[in-house]
């Protein structure tokens, strides 16, 4: 018979062996979002499939915050982050680390995520845009690839968060 897994069964490792436990080799770059619970679904996805870091740019909310804390449930506490105030000199510095980096925006120059080829011997920064403007103007230019998910509605517009969760996992598969 069919159960649902109750929680000890789950087999979840604690916040310390999470630290310890090799990254996936993908870095989150969230530039100007608003959403405390956008930063904090991003930061349960990213404990979720052992993403190395998240670094909050801009405007974007910091933890510790309740709101943030609502959407996480702990992951602002095993998942490394780090606030910068500018995103270009974000994005140099991880140029500078040896990073690709990826905005993750519909431009006359994206690639469908389905494909593009995710190369095992590379990092990556993935950049994940305001809800409302998207990547910053003055990010697009430093940015080596952009990539979209495709989509067949109307809409053509995912949240941030599930955006974000989308790339993720694709990237994740890739890489571990």
């Known amino acids: ?11 979840r490792i604690d916040v310390e062996t999470f630290k310890k436990v090799k990254k996936i080799p993908l870095i989150i770059v969230l530039d100007n979002i608003r959403s405390m619970h956008n930063v904090g679904a991003t930061f349960r996805t990213a404990d979720a499939f052992l993403i190395e870091k998240i670094i909050l740019c801009g405007i974007t909310p910091q933890p ?5 804390h609502k959407a996480a449930l702990g992951a602002t506490e095993s998942v490394d982050w780090a606030h910068e105030k500018d995103i270009n000199t974000t994005i140099q510095d991880l140029k500078s680390q040896g990073f690709e980096i990826i905005g993750i925006e519909q ?4 690639t469908m995520i389905t494909d593009f080829n995710i190369d095992k011997t590379k990092k990556y920064a993935l950049i994940l845009g305001n809800e409302v403007e998207g990547i910053s103007d003055e990010a697009l ?12 509605g109307t809409k053509h517009s995912l949240n941030v968060s599930v955006c974000g969760g989308i790339v ?6 890739a890489l571990k």
């Not at 018979?1 to 087999?11: F, Q, R, T």
């Not at 510790?64 to 943030?68: A, G, Q, S, V």
């Not at 230019?141 to 067949?152: A, R, S």
């Open 141 to 152: 230019e430093n940015i080596d690839v952009f990539l979209e998910i495709p989509q067949l």
């Open 64 to 68: 510790p915050h309740r709101e943030i």
């Open 1 to 11: 018979m069919v159960h649902k897994l109750k929680l000890e069964e789950l087999n």
């Open 107 to 110: 431009t006359s120059n994206s």
């Open 168 to 173: 993720m996992w694709e990237f994740a598969k």
